[in-house]
């Protein structure tokens, strides 16, 4: 079996399968407080709806639909109300990955719940705090739309992007350090799960 992920289950690792992994030379990162935090992916005839980030964490980056899950609500009603403020659209979110970000200089770990849906209802909209565009997922089809702009992403998206789009499920882990403006990823496992991990 491979290494366990520290601050995953280590039972929902159990029969994983690692799909990518590296800067071993580096110790995880070490956290005491965990947040809980969503992102929502739509993926409708050959395209992903991805948002461009006009504020806060994140700025300036495309990403899935997502945030804090506030108190009293479950996740996957938290990702459902990120989604309409967001892009102010209705979907049946399903859980595809749970994510374990950490980053130097924020005290606790992002523990995100990654969904994706092949549906929506609404129109997509422009709202305070996302701009929404599509990408097309592979290079046969809708040659009229861009391709993912992962150089405009978070810089370990791309590992497990191929799991999301290809309906597996997955848990990773990512620990980013800052370089002056930069966010630079310094340790990763990504890990393909038979079942959902929560
Ligand atoms: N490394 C990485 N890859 C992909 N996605 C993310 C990360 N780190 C992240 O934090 N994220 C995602 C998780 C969330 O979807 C957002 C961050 O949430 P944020 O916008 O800060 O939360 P909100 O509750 O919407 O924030 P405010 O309303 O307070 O601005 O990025």
């Not at 929502?40 to 005839?45: P, Y």
């Not at 964490?57 to 938290?78: L, P």
């Not at 459902?80 to 374990?100: D, N």
């Not at 422009?126 to 701009?131: N, S, V």
Request: net charge negative; glycine share 8%.
């Amino acid at each position: 079996m491979s290494e366990l992920i520290p601050g995953l289950d280590d039972l929902s690792q159990k029969g994983c399968i690692e799909v990518s992994s590296g800067g071993s030379e580096f110790e995880w990162m070490k956290f005491e407080q965990r947040k809980l935090y969503t992102n929502a992916f739509i993926v409708v005839d050959g395209k992903i709806l991805l948002g461009y980030k006009k504020r806060g964490f994140g700025v300036h980056k495309y990403n899935g639909f997502g945030g804090k899950v506030d108190a009293g609500e479950t996740s996957i009603q938290a990702a459902s109300r990120e989604l309409m403020e967001e892009a102010g659209i209705e979907s049946s979110l399903e859980h595809a990955g749970t994510f374990l970000f950490l980053i130097a200089g924020v005290e606790w770990a992002f523990h995100i719940d990654i969904y994706r849906a092949d549906s929506y209802t609404g129109t997509p909209i422009e709202t305070e705090e996302m701009h929404p565009h599509w990408f097309r997922i592979n290079d046969e089809d809708h040659l009229d739309t861009p391709p993912i702009p992962f150089d405009k992403m978070w810089e370990s998206d791309d590992l497990w992007f191929p799991l999301l789009l290809k309906k597996r499920n997955f848990i990773v882990r990512t620990d980013y350090i800052r370089e002056g403006e930069r966010d630079v990823l310094r340790k990763w496992c990504v890990k393909e799960t038979s079942f959902n991990a929560s």
